[in-house]
């Protein structure tokens, strides 16, 4: 298992500064959820790890900086599904989920027979066998998020990053989607980071939330400690009631301002 | 795969067997199998007519072959790396940018050059059609953004506007070369000879080898710039070196052809919609398929209007503007 370590990370387009100095540091095999408003700096911190966008600080790998890593190197230890993974039409889903063997082929290498296998096998476990042949067009919205995180999980990176990985998804896929990452959490001893909108969702599945502002860090800790209801209305600006139940599920539920009295 | 090799080496036999004057076509086969080393049969065919064969047709095929393969091979990769399905070679403005570069040649002294030890014309074509393509490039990404299908094809139709505009211009300033610069423009292959063939060889397996390994990578490019760069890939480094060999090939065969439309664009597509949109097979299949249809789109050229020929780009651009404007309207339904 991997553990993933930030320090004073930094992320800037041209003038505006998306995230500032975020540290923190991932334990090997541990969920960590960032929450926060749009604009908070979210998917700029993934991206960052994934190496879609240049970061300032540094940023560890079981404790070596990702600097000193190739880019291909740095795809075999990181998986990143993107918040909008482009989704070729006339792609089949076996041709997709192939290009998560990328980071193992030599750059004017072709696949071999064990990175399809390797394709096959994670089509099996994904229950997408028969969907291989199928055209990404032809997919349901469940499905494609399916094939996205097939994917990631045929690049058999240690890390997983997952940019809003159930905005797309109704209650039931959303459900499904996030269960599916936690059994491949325990099978792979992944360690996972997720930007994630449904902070009832973030709570139950992850084990540490990291509330984020403006591009900084505001709070992290678990769902209790986080998820309270002065702190997201400070920073989300929203009414909402924050109930606990019994098993420890922390629910959000907002309100009307002003119509709590009608209530019963 | 095999149907594809085997179509190619049918349209290679068909052409060298069809033409205007020569021996009856049955005979061609004979006199091919008579030529090879430690076989002798009897073919009937005349030392003069063999000439017809070899010096005329042979060449005539190859290049064709050769030139089909090419631009096919570029379209598709053109449509890979710019992930735009309605780019080739000509509409990036790279055929044009390329004539210009040999109209140039043509200008300072084509009879003077061409003994040079390294011909300038593939050269100077190469560098007028790389100009041509950053050009177009830069302009459609800086207008339309990198997703904009439109904008750069529009690039693209404005830089061919304007490398016509510079040829037309320096054209007018040499009138002595008018005369050879546009029968070549029509296309040359009614002159094609084993000359011809050398000339373009090296560029041609080049460019081709070059793009055939990169075939995965042209897959892995279409999950768009970030995806790829996840997946541990240098997106700048592919898009330059595919651009680059694309570019060397296409230039290298519009030296030596000139100017024939929409084979880069035909093809790829038709080999997309029968084999499937994975370029690990479309770029392999486009080479066969590319030489196949030129070869196949010149033979009426050579029998329809004899003794005067068709030019080729005619024969071409004729099947290949209906299909062009059929594509565009499926792409529209698509949305």
């Known amino acids: ?66 600097r000193f890593r190739s880019a291909k190197r740095r795809a075999q230890l990181i998986a990143y599904v993107p918040q909008s993974p482009v989704l070729p039409d006339d792609m089949s889903v076996r041709e997709y989920v192939v290009l998560g063997r990328n980071p193992f082929i030599a750059h004017f290498g072709q696949e071999t027979k064990h990175d399809w296998d390797i394709v096959d096998d994670v089509l099996v476990r994904l229950d997408l066998s028969e969907f291989a ?25 240690p890390i997983l990053l997952l940019d809003e990985p159930t905005s797309a998804l109704d209650i039931g896929h959303q459900q499904q989607a996030l269960e599916l990452v936690d059994k491949l959490r325990r099978e792979h001893g992944l360690t996972v980071v997720s930007a994630m909108h449904d902070l009832t969702l973030a709570g139950l599945y992850s084990d540490r939330l990291c509330l984020l502002h403006q591009g900084y860090r505001v709070a992290t800790g678990t769902a209790a400690e986080v998820l309270r209801p002065e702190t997201l209305a400070e920073f989300y600006g929203v009414s909402a009631r924050v109930h606990h139940e019994p098993d420890g599920t922390v629910v959000v539920i907002p309100y009307r301002a002003g119509d709590v009295s009608d209530r019963h | 795969m095999p149907v594809a090799i085997v179509a190619a080496c049918s349209a290679l036999l068909l052409g060298v067997m069809v033409g205007p004057a020569g021996p009856v076509w049955w005979r061609v086969p004979l006199a091919l ?73 043509f200008t300072l002294n084509r009879s003077g050059t061409s003994s040079w030890i390294i011909d300038p ?44 505009a510079v040829q037309t211009f320096v054209l007018q300033r040499n009138t002595d070369v008018i005369r050879q610069v546009y029968s070549w423009i029509l296309g040359r292959l009614s002159t094609a000879s084993w000359g011809d063939v050398r000339l373009v060889i090296p560029y041609v397996v080049l460019s081709t080898v070059t793009l055939l ?123």
Request: net charge positive; hydrophobic share 50%.
């Open chain 1, 1 to 66: 298992m991997t553990s993933l370590a930030f320090d004073r990370v930094s992320v800037r387009y041209a003038a505006h500064a998306a995230l500032s100095d975020f540290s923190d540091t991932v334990k090997p095999g541990e969920w960590l959820c960032l929450i926060g408003p749009n604009g908070a700096g979210k998917s700029s911190l993934l991206r960052s790890v994934a190496g879609v966008v240049k970061h300032a600080g540094e940023i560890r790998v079981d404790g070596t900086s990702l």
């Open chain 1, 133 to 157: 042949e199928r055209r990404l067009a032809t997919l349901s919205g469940g499905e494609r998020q399916r094939v996205v995180i097939a994917r990631a999980i045929a690049q058999e990176a």
């Open chain 2, 33 to 105: 199998v008579d030529h090879l080393p430690f076989v002798s049969i009897d073919s009937g065919v005349t030392p003069r007519e063999w000439i017809i064969i070899w010096e005329i047709r042979m060449p005539r095929v190859v290049l064709a072959a050769l030139v089909g393969s090419t631009l096919a091979l570029s379209g598709a990769s053109y449509q890979g790396v710019f992930r735009n399905p309605l780019v080739d070679p000509y509409l990036l403005g790279v055929a044009a940018g390329a004539g210009l570069g040999a109209t140039v040649v």
């Open chain 2, 121 to 164: 014309l593939p050269l100077s074509a190469f560098l007028g059609g790389l100009v041509a393509v950053v050009l177009t490039y830069f302009v459609g990404t800086a207008f339309g953004g990198r997703r904009s299908s439109a904008t750069l094809v529009l690039a693209g139709v404005a830089v061919t506007a304007l490398a016509t």
């Open chain 2, 213 to 335: 390994i990169h075939r995965r990578l042209l897959d892995v490019m279409r999950v768009g710039e970030d995806e790829a760069t996840a997946l541990g890939t240098s997106v700048d480094r592919v898009r330059i070196v595919v651009v680059i060999a694309a570019t060397l090939g296409t230039s290298a065969v519009v030296a030596v052809s000139g100017l024939i439309g929409f084979v880069g664009i035909i093809v790829p597509h038709a080999v997309r919609l029968l084999a499937g949109a994975s370029y690990r097979t479309i770029i392999p299949l486009s080479i066969f398929a590319g030489a196949t249809f030129l070869v196949l789109a010149d033979i009426p050229g050579r029998i329809l209007q004899n003794p005067s020929e068709t030019p080729i780009g005619v024969v071409t651009a004729f099947f290949g503007a209906p299909f062009f404007l059929l594509l565009l309207r499926t792409r529209q339904a698509n949305r």
